[in-house]
């Protein structure tokens, strides 16, 4: 079985479920009851365990003592409508992945959330020391990513990043649109039935997790792409974070 690892910084995603009966008197904003509380790692952690779900060999590097960088939404119970995420200010150290042995493993996933883990100079660093690096990015892309094998990042991150793509770069792009499914080298992907989505908390990383495994078993992104569209159409369907399961 071929060997992936997850580099990218973690955190700790909190839900929690509420009620609101009633508006405050002296300001117009819900008065919540909580009802429950649901925790699940978060970021890198989360790529991590999705692909675990589906494939042993799998390791993860992220930052040291990620539990204490929390996410927490508060959401309706009934609904799922969310009231206001908090996130924790806990500080993330640089990693330093230099002494990391890049070539044990057949493929590196980098899931980058750009909270300060990982440099533009430690991405293209592991890009030019691994032949085999898929990137998923919250950075503006540049020349530092031209030697990644294949890039995944959703449409806003696209277009944000659309007036500086070289046409070698742009054919590396995997661009996800959510429900619409995605794109690859201007051919569409779609998702194979429209689904309700319940919660898209995740799904680009039950994307990422998917498409990264498929990709080792089939050596086809083409294949990748389409399983990586159902994983992640099973997903949002239900309520909060979850893993992914094979189709």
């Known amino acids: 079985m071929k060997k992936i690892l997850v580099i990218g910084e973690s955190c700790k995603d909190v839900f929690v479920y509420c009620h609101a ?9 819900p008065i919540l009851d909580v009802l429950d509380e649901v925790e699940n790692p978060g970021m890198a952690a989360n790529v ?15 930052n040291e003592g990620w539990e204490q960088v929390t996410k927490t939404r508060y959401m309706h ?5 969310a009231f206001i995420r908090i996130d924790s200010k806990h500080p993330i150290l640089r990693a330093q992945f230099y002494k990391i042995p890049l070539a044990d493993y057949d493929l590196v996933a980098i899931s ?14 592991i890009c030019e020391y691994h032949p085999n ?3 998923d990015t919250k950075k ?6 031209s030697n990644a094998r294949f890039i995944k990042i959703n449409d ?19 661009r996800t649109e959510g429900e619409h499914g995605a794109y690859y080298k201007d051919k569409h992907y779609p998702v194979s039935e429209k689904v309700e989505v319940q919660d ?13 495994v498929r990709f080792t078993e089939t050596n086809s992104i083409e294949e990748a792409i389409a399983y990586a569209n159902e994983c992640a159409r099973r997903v949002v369907v239900q309520r909060g974070v979850n893993v992914i399961t094979r189709p």
């Open 112 to 125: 980058d959330y750009n909270r300060g883990f990982l440099t533009e100079e430690d991405i293209r660093n």
């Open 77 to 81: 119970s009934k609904t799922n409508h």
């Open 140 to 145: 503006m892309l540049g020349p530092w990513v």
């Open 156 to 174: 806003f991150e696209f277009e944000r990043s659309k007036a500086s793509l070289t046409p070698e770069l742009a054919s590396k792009i995997i």
């Open 21 to 29: 009966q009633r508006l405050a008197p002296d300001i117009p904003i």
């Open 200 to 212: 898209a908390s995740g799904a680009g990383d039950s994307f990422f997790a998917a498409l990264v």
């Open 48 to 62: 991590a365990r999705n692909i675990k779900a589906i494939h042993d060999a799998c390791d993860l590097y992220t």
């Open 133 to 135: 690096v898929f990137i």
